[in-house]
C-alpha cells in the first residue's frame, strides 16, 4: 500500500455529473511521486474530465481530488504553481519564437535575475531538442517541434507533476518516438500523469496503468501486473517438418487446452493453450521434439497492452 505522503495525486469516490448524466463515477485514483502514469480509455471515457478536476478548471458534482495532499477546490492556484499542463491540442501565437513564448511563460512563475530566466529558458530548449529553432516563428514548426515546444512550455517551471492530455495522438512515430523519449529523460525529475489512447506508447514507458472506461475504473496497476494477466497462458512454437504429427502429439497433453496453428515463411506456427504452465515448462518443448519437427522458435506468448485494454473494456461494455 502506498503511503498519502508519497502520493502526488489522490480520489476519493470522485464524481463529475453533467445535467445530471454522469461522466466520471466515483474515480479512485493513486498516482506514486516519479512516476510515469498512463491514464488510458477510449474516447468519451472521462480522462480530460479527470484532468480538469485535478487542476481545479472544474469542481466535482462529489468525492474529492488531492495534488501533492491538498484538496484542489480549495488549493487550486497553490497546486497549478506546482502543475505544469499541455493541454491536448495546445496554440500559439504563431508569429512568436519558441524563446518568446517560453520567456512569456516563465514570467508567470519567475521573478529574479532576467539572466538567471533567460538561462532556465535555455535549459529547458535543449533539454526539449529546439534550441536550434528557439529563434524561428513557431508558423514553421512541425507537429513533433509544436509537441515538443509544448512540452517545454509546460515544463518551465520545474513543475513536481507534470500533466499531458494525448501528447502523441497526432504526431507520426518519429514524432511519438521523441515524445517518448523525452518523458523517460525527465521522469527523474517530475511526476508524469498523462492520458493517451496509444497503447504501445504506454508499454513502453509507463510504470502504473488505469483504464478508464464509459467514467468507470475499471483497472489500475502497475503494467507488469497488468501484462501477467489472469488470462489462459500460450506458448508460440515455430516448427519445421510434419507439423500435423506434432499438433496431434501436443492436442494429446491433458493439460492442453488448445492448438492452433498458421504457415508462416515456409514453417509452421503453432499456438498452445495450456492449462497448467509448470507442464508446460517441464513438458511442452519435449513432447514436440518427439514428433521429429526441428524447432525454429519456442517461447511463452507474452499478453500486450492491447490485449488487456481490450478484455477490459470489452468486458464492461457487455456488463453494461
Known amino acids: 500500500m502506498t503511503a498519502t505522503d508519497d502520493l502526488v495525486i489522490s480520489t476519493e469516490k470522485l464524481t463529475k455529473s453533467y445535467n445530471g448524466k454522469p461522466v466520471l463515477k466515483s474515480l479512485d485514483l493513486k498516482v506514486p511521486k516519479h512516476s510515469i502514469f498512463g491514464f488510458l480509455g477510449p474516447n468519451g471515457a472521462g480522462?480530460?474530465?479527470?484532468?480538469?478536476?485535478?487542476?481545479?478548471?472544474?469542481?466535482?458534482?462529489?468525492?474529492?481530488?488531492?495534488?501533492?495532499?491538498?484538496?484542489t477546490v480549495g488549493n487550486s492556484i497553490k497546486i497549478r504553481h506546482?502543475?505544469?499542463?499541455?493541454?491536448?491540442?495546445?496554440?500559439?501565437?504563431?508569429?512568436?519564437?519558441?524563446?518568446?513564448?517560453?520567456?512569456?511563460?516563465?514570467?508567470?512563475?519567475?521573478?529574479?535575475?532576467?539572466?538567471?530566466?533567460?538561462?532556465?529558458?535555455?535549459?529547458?530548449?535543449?533539454?526539449?531538442?529546439?534550441?536550434?529553432k528557439a529563434d524561428r516563428p513557431i508558423k514553421g514548426f512541425s507537429g513533433g517541434e509544436r509537441q515538443r515546444l509544448g512540452i517545454a512550455q509546460a515544463y518551465i517551471n520545474h513543475p513536481e507533476l507534470l500533466i499531458l492530455d494525448e501528447p502523441a495522438a497526432s504526431l507520426d512515430?518519429?514524432?511519438?518516438?521523441d515524445v517518448l523519449e523525452l518523458m523517460s529523460k525527465i521522469r527523474s525529475e517530475t511526476t508524469i500523469f498523462y492520458s493517451t489512447h496509444i497503447l504501445d506508447d504506454v508499454q513502453k514507458v509507463s510504470?502504473?496503468?488505469?483504464?478508464?472506461?464509459?467514467?468507470?475504473?475499471?483497472?489500475?496497476?502497475?503494467?507488469?501486473?497488468?501484462?501477467?494477466?489472469?488470462?489462459?497462458?500460450?506458448?508460440?512454437?515455430?516448427?519445421?517438418?510434419?507439423?500435423?504429427?506434432?499438433?496431434?502429439k501436443i492436442t494429446q497433453m491433458p493439460w492442453v487446452s488448445a492448438v492452433n496453428a498458421a504457415g508462416q515463411n515456409?514453417?509452421?506456427?503453432?499456438?498452445?493453450?495450456?492449462?497448467?504452465d509448470g507442464q508446460a515448462e517441464d513438458s511442452l518443448l519435449e513432447t514436440i521434439l518427439s514428433s521429429g519437427v526441428k524447432v525454429i522458435e519456442f517461447g511463452r506468448k507474452k499478453q500486450d497492452l492491447e490485449d488487456v485494454f481490450m478484455d477490459l473494456v470489452e468486458v464492461k461494455n457487455n456488463a453494461s
Open 207 to 248: 510504470d502504473i496503468v488505469a483504464i478508464l472506461n464509459h467514467g468507470e475504473l475499471v483497472a489500475q496497476a502497475p503494467i507488469e501486473q497488468l501484462l501477467a494477466g489472469k488470462g489462459s497462458i500460450s506458448y508460440r512454437v515455430v516448427v519445421k517438418g510434419d507439423a500435423a504429427s506434432a499438433r496431434a
Open 173 to 177: 512515430p518519429m514524432g511519438r518516438r
Open 82 to 132: 506546482r502543475i505544469g499542463y499541455l493541454a491536448q491540442d495546445p496554440r500559439y501565437y504563431e508569429y512568436m519564437t519558441a524563446r518568446e513564448t517560453l520567456r512569456f511563460t516563465a514570467k508567470f512563475f519567475y521573478e529574479g535575475p532576467r539572466d538567471e530566466i533567460e538561462a532556465r529558458i535555455e535549459d529547458t530548449l535543449k533539454l526539449v531538442a529546439i534550441d536550434d
Open 266 to 276: 515456409g514453417h509452421t506456427a503453432l499456438l498452445v493453450s495450456v492449462t497448467d
Open 47 to 71: 480522462k480530460t474530465t479527470t484532468i480538469k478536476l485535478i487542476l481545479g478548471l472544474i469542481r466535482p458534482t462529489s468525492g474529492s481530488c488531492a495534488a501533492f495532499g491538498m484538496d
